[in-house]
């Protein structure tokens, strides 16, 4: 069965560290994967998405994200976090159709000053 | 360019009335479907059509139907409203291409409670 996991459903960090967010998917076939960021009130923004090709993707924001096949992950990364990074954020997971996409529970990010 | 519209923004009903969700996308994207979100369960899919007279049920159908007359407009109906059923509704539309641009574009939300 289709399926994603984001296994910290909040995390706090203090503004300039480092940030990882955690995403493991199940998919019976080709996954795309997608990682969206939704503010309190606001709709979803997408940050970056894997198709293919090299597994390391950049997005908008100064996000990455790596896609290791092996452990069915695509976590998100930050080098430097921002106060204004605070909201929720979802890892999803589609198939070629392009018509069926799985959403992970979510994790909110705190920042502290 | 609207995007994704979807009205009305916030809806309050009593238990057992009816209602339509509206979703419209100029975009003339071929796929468009309905997410309910609640807290600490993410997104998930209720309906969801790959083109204009195709519809299929997602995650969690029951209570909600769908139809897909054009591209364009893709409503969302609730039959005999629950208080299950309070939740923030998105709709989103995507298509294909070979450039590998495919995305959900994702409309501003209906925030819906039943009482």
């Known amino acids: 069965a289709q399926s994603v996991t984001q296994p910290d459903i909040h995390i706090t960090v203090s503004e300039g560290a480092s940030l990882e967010l955690r995403c493991n998917y199940s998919y019976g076939a080709t996954p795309y994967l997608f990682w969206y960021v939704q503010s309190p009130g606001q709709g979803l923004q997408l940050l970056l998405k894997?198709?293919?090709?090299?597994?390391l993707v950049q997005g908008i924001k100064g996000f990455e994200a790596e896609f290791k096949r092996s452990q069915s992950s695509f976590n998100l990364r930050k080098p430097s976090v921002h106060w204004s990074d605070a909201a929720e954020y979802f890892c999803a997971v589609g198939g070629v159709n392009f018509n069926k996409f799985y959403f992970g529970s979510g994790t909110k990010l705190n920042v502290k000053p | 360019n609207a995007g994704v519209t979807q009205t009305p923004k916030f809806q309050v009903l009593k238990t057992g009335q009816s209602m339509t969700l509206q979703c419209a996308q100029d975009m003339n994207h071929e796929y468009m479907s309905w997410y309910r979100q609640d807290p600490g369960m993410g997104l998930r899919l209720i309906h969801y059509?790959?083109?204009?007279?195709?519809?299929d049920q997602g995650e969690v159908p029951n209570g909600y139907n769908v139809s897909r007359s054009t591209t364009e407009d893709f409503p969302l109906r609730l039959l005999s409203a629950a208080p299950s059923q309070t939740s923030v509704y998105f709709c989103a539309s995507s298509y294909t291409s070979a450039t590998g641009n495919e995305k959900l574009f994702f409309g501003s939300g209906t925030q819906l409670s039943v009482l």
């Open positions: 894997y198709f293919s090709g090299d597994t």
């Open positions: 059509s790959v083109g204009a007279g195709i519809t």
